[in-house]
Structure formats: structure tokens, C-alpha cells
């Protein structure tokens, strides 16, 4: 008697609970796989243009997953999408696809973009242009503000991305083995601390070029490629102690170029700024 009573007990329970619970909800958990979007012009245009030759994912839609979730940003307006395109296929992949070859890009290509509307800022106050994790992802920030016809604009955001296939490039093929030790001794964790004329005083054509020897390659391939020869040449004569340092760097820039890709950097610097002339009209 006593255990049918118990047992009530739990079925009386368990319908109680039962009542008590609310409805499953009916909207898409985003981002777990098989939602379904009606493909746009943009879609079509990615798809054409990146995912197919080059299995490149781009990404425009809000996803708040694949960004610093500490941090308060807001998504791309669609509008300003097909312009950022346009600079990345441009200033980027046309200039090594005609000076590497077509299949170039094949063989170090980024996995994925992402195009964030707002800057992201630092709790010390600075605000990140771009980021990249580990030669697969990039994320573009600020791209609402992004002006397909402004020069400073499109240095701004093709400097990142020129940065980042660099860091690709030397992940595959080591930098050159006399970078080391150039300029070891102004390398620093608290690199944010010098401005522009210090760091080019020391030798560093950037400051964020002072916080190790990786980043100093890159800046310095990606400076001499967005910024041009000419500016380059500018600083080297405008910091004449440090000018030997300089000319050192851009010497093994051009070698590893041709090295271990067999192209020609100063053909490629002409490129890049060709794709740079051609949409800053």
C-alpha cells in the first residue's frame, strides 16, 4: 500500500513539473548550422569572387560568436560590404595573383574574413583595426567607416590585411635568419608607448614594429608595399642614423621575396599601388 502510494506521489509530480515547464523556444539557435538565407546579390558576388577560386569565407552577417563578446560592436551595413571587397581583391589579390602567379593565393589563402561595422577599443583606449588568428581568420573592424574613394582609408584597412598574408608567408617559409639581431635591443612588450618619430629613430618603421622581431618583418614588408617606395625613402633620408638599418631590412625583403616565392618585390610594390590608383579615383 505504502509503495502505490508512493508511486502516485511521483506520477502527481512529475505532471505538476510537467505544467510548470514553458514552451521550447521556436527561433533558430543561431549559428549551430542549417540556417537558411535567401542568397543576395552580395552572397552571389562572395561567392563568385572568393569561395569558389579560393574557398575564402566571408562573412558580413551579424555573428556575435566570432567576436570578443567583452567588447560592445555593432555589425557592417551591407552597403559599405561590396566596396571593402573590391579593396581586398584589388590591392591584395590582384597584385600577387599577377606578379606570384594564379594559383598563389591557392597556396597561402586566408580561411575566412570577418567584417565588423565598429572599431574595437582597448581598455587602455586604442582601438584595434584588425586582427588575425593563426593564418585562418581576420577580422576587419570599423568597416562602417570604411571610404572605397579616400587613399588613407584604403592604407588603413589593406595595411591589415597585407600584415596578415605576410605573417602566412613567413609561417611557411621561415624570414631570413639575418633579421635577427637588427634590432633586437628596442623590441618591447610596451611598444604602444613610442610614437611614429621615436621608433623611426631606432630603425623600426612602425611603432607597433618595436614589439618583436615577426611583427617587425611584416610591418616593414607591409609599409614598403601600402605606403610605397616613396614614403619609405622619405624616413630613411629623414632619419639618416638610422638609415643603414633601414636599407638593410629592404635588402632582405627583396631577397626572401624572391627566394622563397620567386617574386619580384619591386614589381609587386608596383602592383599594390596600381590596385590603389585604380579605385581612388
Given at each position: 500500500m505504502k509503495t502505490k502510494l508512493m508511486i502516485m506521489l511521483v506520477i502527481v509530480f512529475g505532471l505538476y513539473s510537467c505544467?510548470?515547464?514553458?514552451?521550447?523556444?521556436?527561433?533558430?539557435?543561431?549559428?549551430?548550422?542549417?540556417?537558411?538565407?535567401?542568397?543576395?546579390?552580395?552572397?552571389?558576388?562572395?561567392?563568385?569572387?572568393?569561395?569558389?577560386?579560393?574557398?575564402?569565407?566571408?562573412?558580413?552577417?551579424?555573428?556575435?560568436?566570432?567576436?570578443n563578446h567583452n567588447r560592445t560592436l555593432v555589425p557592417i551595413r551591407e552597403s559599405q560590404v561590396p566596396f571593402v571587397l573590391k579593396a581586398i581583391k584589388t590591392v591584395w589579390m590582384e597584385p600577387y595573383e599577377k606578379v606570384g602567379s594564379k594559383n598563389f593565393l591557392r597556396q597561402f589563402p586566408f580561411l575566412k574574413f570577418i567584417l565588423t561595422g565598429s572599431p574595437e577599443f582597448q581598455s587602455d583606449g586604442s582601438e584595434i583595426m584588425g586582427l588575425a588568428e593563426g593564418g585562418a581568420k581576420i577580422i576587419l573592424f570599423n568597416m562602417n567607416e570604411f571610404l572605397i574613394d579616400n587613399r588613407p582609408s584604403i592604407e588603413n584597412t589593406m595595411h591589415t590585411v597585407h600584415h596578415e598574408?605576410?605573417?602566412?608567408?613567413?609561417?611557411?617559409?621561415?624570414?631570413?635568419?639575418?633579421?635577427?639581431?637588427?634590432?633586437?635591443?628596442?623590441?618591447?612588450?610596451?611598444?604602444?608607448?613610442?610614437?611614429?618619430?621615436?621608433?623611426?629613430a631606432q630603425g623600426l618603421i612602425t611603432p607597433y614594429a618595436k614589439s618583436s622581431e615577426r611583427?617587425?618583418?611584416?610591418?616593414?614588408?607591409?609599409?614598403?608595399?601600402?605606403?610605397?617606395?616613396?614614403?619609405?625613402?622619405?624616413?630613411?633620408?629623414?632619419?639618416?642614423?638610422?638609415?643603414?638599418?633601414?636599407?638593410?631590412?629592404?635588402?632582405?625583403?627583396?631577397?626572401?621575396?624572391?627566394d622563397a616565392f620567386n617574386i619580384d618585390f619591386r614589381e609587386l610594390q608596383k602592383e599594390v599601388e596600381k590596385g590603389i590608383s585604380k579605385i581612388v579615383l
Amino acid at each position: 500500500m505504502k509503495t502505490k502510494l508512493m508511486i502516485m506521489l511521483v506520477i502527481v509530480f512529475g505532471l505538476y513539473s510537467c505544467e510548470k515547464e514553458g514552451a521550447l523556444p521556436k527561433d533558430t539557435i543561431f549559428d549551430l548550422g542549417g540556417e537558411r538565407w535567401k542568397r543576395t546579390d552580395i552572397d552571389n558576388l562572395i561567392y563568385k569572387d572568393f569561395t569558389k577560386p579560393y574557398n575564402i569565407e566571408i562573412k558580413y552577417k551579424w555573428n556575435p560568436y566570432e567576436l570578443n563578446h567583452n567588447r560592445t560592436l555593432v555589425p557592417i551595413r551591407e552597403s559599405q560590404v561590396p566596396f571593402v571587397l573590391k579593396a581586398i581583391k584589388t590591392v591584395w589579390m590582384e597584385p600577387y595573383e599577377k606578379v606570384g602567379s594564379k594559383n598563389f593565393l591557392r597556396q597561402f589563402p586566408f580561411l575566412k574574413f570577418i567584417l565588423t561595422g565598429s572599431p574595437e577599443f582597448q581598455s587602455d583606449g586604442s582601438e584595434i583595426m584588425g586582427l588575425a588568428e593563426g593564418g585562418a581568420k581576420i577580422i576587419l573592424f570599423n568597416m562602417n567607416e570604411f571610404l572605397i574613394d579616400n587613399r588613407p582609408s584604403i592604407e588603413n584597412t589593406m595595411h591589415t590585411v597585407h600584415h596578415e598574408f605576410a605573417h602566412i608567408l613567413h609561417q611557411t617559409i621561415h624570414y631570413p635568419e639575418e633579421w635577427r639581431g637588427i634590432s633586437t635591443k628596442w623590441y618591447t612588450p610596451t611598444w604602444f608607448n613610442s610614437d611614429m618619430p621615436t621608433a623611426n629613430a631606432q630603425g623600426l618603421i612602425t611603432p607597433y614594429a618595436k614589439s618583436s622581431e615577426r611583427e617587425d618583418f611584416v610591418e616593414t614588408i607591409t609599409y614598403l608595399l601600402i605606403h610605397g617606395q616613396d614614403e619609405f625613402d622619405w624616413i630613411v633620408d629623414e632619419y639618416k642614423d638610422a638609415a643603414h638599418i633601414f636599407r638593410l631590412k629592404e635588402s632582405l625583403i627583396v631577397k626572401y621575396f624572391k627566394d622563397a616565392f620567386n617574386i619580384d618585390f619591386r614589381e609587386l610594390q608596383k602592383e599594390v599601388e596600381k590596385g590603389i590608383s585604380k579605385i581612388v579615383l
